[in-house]
């Protein structure tokens, strides 16, 4: 399929969607949203692809939303178009998704490798919620996720004074899993994803949804639910496959039932 803003391809069995608006510094424009969110269903849909990554370039993962796109609205309009809602889109994907960030990872830009699974950063990665400082907040999830991420007074010196940090304090913080040279981060995000893709399908669609669970319920029904899914895997032909294969002393053949 052919997109306006964004540039996609196939690595092994990793599917990358590249955001392509370099001289808007992947600004996150309605346009860049909805063709991301129809890429993402389009790859979780691929039996080909296990998993997913999405990145910028080196200079930008992306800037935030696009200022000039809403600078003008109304509230009453913002409300009415509710382009955050286009998001949501991006929770419903099963296959894993990483973000691999370089530069500036700013505002919705931020947000966006937030909504990701897990972040890659190059040393010249940027994050940081500025949008305090065009007089407004955070709107795509920065204040729920950096928080959850980095802990309330991290994230609330950040929100309320638009600084960002660098890859290093970001990694500290536990926003992101790993730090890379520039030159490597979209390489290892890369082979990552194929890592990822590599173990048996519903073993990593459902740990998934489990780690995910726990930004979502109280602890005891987090355990119930991780529990009730960790059985139900005993129902899968790779569970069999992959305790057989350890007995046996042999790698394991995975094939997704
Ligand atoms: N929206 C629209 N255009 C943007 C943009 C954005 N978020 N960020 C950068 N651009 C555009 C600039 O307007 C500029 O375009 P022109 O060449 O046509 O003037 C181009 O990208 C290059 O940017 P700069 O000239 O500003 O580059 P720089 O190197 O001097 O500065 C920067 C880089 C510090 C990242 C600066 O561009 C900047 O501060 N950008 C805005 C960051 C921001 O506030 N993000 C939050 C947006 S609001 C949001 O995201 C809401 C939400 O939660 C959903």
């Known amino acids: 399929m052919d997109y306006a803003t964004i540039l996609t391809s196939v690595t092994g069995r990793a599917g990358l969607i590249q955001l392509n608006r370099p001289q808007q510094l992947n600004a996150l424009n309605v346009t ?6 129809t890429a993402l269903e389009a790859f979780d849909q691929d039996e080909r692809i296990g998993c997913i990554v ?16 809403m600078a003008d609205a109304t509230a009453v309009e913002m409300l009415l178009r509710d382009n955050i809602k286009r998001w949501d889109r991006i929770r419903q994907i099963k296959k894993p998704i990483i973000a691999a960030v370089s530069g500036y990872c700013l505002g919705g830009g931020c947000e966006l490798a937030m909504t990701c699974d897990l972040i890659i950063a190059s040393e010249s990665a940027q994050f940081g919620q500025p949008e305090v400082n065009i007089g407004v907040m955070p709107g795509a999830g920065g204040t729920q ?6 802990g309330k007074s991290k ?25 890379v040279p520039v030159e490597a981060y979209l390489d290892e995000a890369l082979k990552l994803a194929n890592e990822i893709a ?50 046996e002393k042999r790698p394991a053949e995975w094939h997704g039932r």
């Open 155 to 179: 994230a609330m010196e950040m929100v309320l004074t638009g600084r960002s940090m660098g890859a290093r304090e970001a990694e500290q913080a536990g926003l992101v899993a790993r730090v």
């Open 198 to 247: 590599s173990r048996p399908p519903i073993a990593v669609r459902l740990a998934k949804e489990a780690v995910n669970k726990a930004f979502e319920t109280p602890l005891s029904d987090g355990l119930d639910y991780e529990r009730r899914l960790f059985y139900f895997l005993f129902a899968t032909d790779d569970q069999k496959e992959g305790m057989r294969a350890f007995v």
């Open 54 to 69: 999405i990145t910028g370039n080196q200079r930008a993962f992306a800037a935030g939303a696009d200022i000039k796109e």
């Open 145 to 150: 996720r950096l928080t959850r991420a980095i």
């Open 32 to 37: 860049v949203m909805e063709e991301v969110a």
